[in-house]
């Protein structure tokens, strides 16, 4: 008895349920039908299908994108590594090429302009040198190499002002190089400020760069015997 009366009882819950369902569904009707009409969906399938296309020519486009850059990547890394090796090898001229090719991939890697600097300065084409130390400043100015190459090359060109301002910039981003300290109190001294070629020749030494050491003994004799 207790059973049947239960089973009553799920079969009116049941009813109610579906009878609520049917409510809701014929209500909602007309304003689906009306929805549906004005954004033009008069095909399901067609609808569905366009769906499906469109997104899988979206991915399909996605993964062409991923592996070209991949793929470029690749060839870059390739043609910089072939001239590091080229470079330690002092072979400039086949370095030069494969550097020439990384950058033609990749005209914004700062590494690939480094490299062929660093060519360059190695074949005394100091003007390219700098062109290309420069391009890697502007591309990463937070990079202390180009800054100190930069500097050493308008040393070595008698343009003392210019090699000072780098060296700034260098031992600001780098203030534990010795040799950058040792340049910079070189063209302080050409520039004829022995006062600051002596501070930054003191600082080198004491940074560990033994060359300073000997040059500091030089510059503390002129400064005692009154040179300018």
Known sequence: MSDQKNQGHRDYLAIVVFIT????????????????QKQGFDDPV?????????????YLDKKKDVWA???????????FATGRRLYKRKIYNRALQEFDKAIKIDPSSFKAYFGRG????????YDEAIADF???????????????????????????????RYLNKAIELE??????????????????DLQMALRDTKKSCTLG???ACTVQK???NEVREGKP
């Open 21 to 36: 369902v049917l409510a809701v569904f014929i209500v909602s009707a007309p304003y689906l039908v009306k929805t549906i």
């Open 46 to 58: 067609t609808i569905v299908s366009r769906w499906l296309n469109t997104h899988k020519e979206k």
């Open 69 to 79: 850059q991949r793929k470029k990547n690749t060839e870059l890394e390739k043609h």
């Open 118 to 125: 660093r060519v360059y300065l190695k074949t005394g084409q």
């Open 134 to 164: 420069k391009m890697v400043i502007k591309l990463k100015p937070d990079y202390s190499k180009p800054y100190h190459n930069v500097g050493w090359l308008y040393y070595q060109e008698g343009k003392y002002v210019e090699s000072v």
């Open 175 to 192: 203030p534990n190089n010795g040799w950058a300290y040792y340049t910079r109190g070189r063209s302080h001294f050409k520039k004829g």
């Open 209 to 211: 760069y033994q060359q």
């Open 218 to 220: 030089k510059y503390e």
